[in-house]
């Protein structure tokens, strides 16, 4: 079993809908959750992180974080077809420890 | 800043050869990654560098594969000879090392496109 764990879709969904990406993770010792977001042909670019439990909102962005569930979301709000890209999902112990990825979620938004 | 340099951005060899990726990190950082990504097992941590020197490789295929940063401005990744199983995206990334309960952020370069025949 994979220590994170993401549906790598496609998701599809129209314009201005809200988008629900997910990960599970198998190690409660994570204390770090991120976001990715990659689009093609370039590197991953951070797009929010939260520390330990909780949630995050950021623009049109939120990311929330279940610990007694080992799951994380990020929701995309009015999505926009600039929005289409691979969402990875990323975990650390630590902020020195690496950082595990999920496989990454092809997301595209249609006009 | 340009932000993570890598070159080249494309490479097509042929199975045997040795390649050489190169990486410029962001003025500043002092942690270095190198990362590998393909269809099958997502994006890898090979090593990562602190300060020039190499703390963790233990996510370095094998023996074909090795790994420098000989000053805090450059570092390379080997593989020789090559395979076609080596066939992915390789980044680099960079990034600053802050207070302990701060997150330091990776910054990714573009990517190196490897192809081997």
Not at chain 1, 57 to 78: M, N, P
Not at chain 2, 11 to 20: A, L, S
Request: charged fraction near 20%; hydrophobic fraction near 30%; proline fraction near 6%.
């Amino acid at each position: 079993q994979k220590e994170v764990e993401q549906d790598p879709g496609p998701l599809s969904v129209p314009e201005g809908a809200i988008v629900s990406l997910n990960c599970t993770y198998s190690n409660s010792a994570f204390q770090y959750f991120m976001w990715y977001r990659q689009y093609s042909r370039k590197g991953p670019e951070l797009l929010m992180y939260t520390y330990s439990s909780g949630n995050k909102e950021d623009g049109r962005f939120t990311a929330q974080v279940d610990k007694s569930s080992k799951y994380i979301s990020l929701f995309i709000r009015d999505s926009q077809p600039s929005d289409s890209a691979t969402y990875l999902c990323a975990m650390k112990y630590s902020s020195a420890s690496k950082i595990i990825f999920g496989s990454g979620t092809r997301l595209s938004i249609r006009p | 800043d340009a932000g993570v340099i890598q070159s080249p951005r494309h490479e097509v060899t042929e199975m045997g050869q040795e390649v050489t990726l190169r990486c410029k990190p962001i003025s500043g950082h002092n942690s270095l990654f190198w990362y590998r990504q393909t269809m099958m097992r997502g994006l890898e941590l090979l090593i990562y560098f602190n300060n020039n020197v190499p703390i963790d490789d233990s996510g370095m295929p094998e023996d074909r594969f090795s790994a420098k940063m000989p000053n805090a401005s450059f570092s390379t990744l080997k593989i020789q000879p090559s395979e076609p199983r080596d066939s992915a995206v390789y980044f680099c990334a960079s990034s600053a090392d802050l207070a302990e309960l701060s997150y330091n952020e990776q910054f990714f370069g573009p990517g190196t496109r490897l192809t081997v025949l």
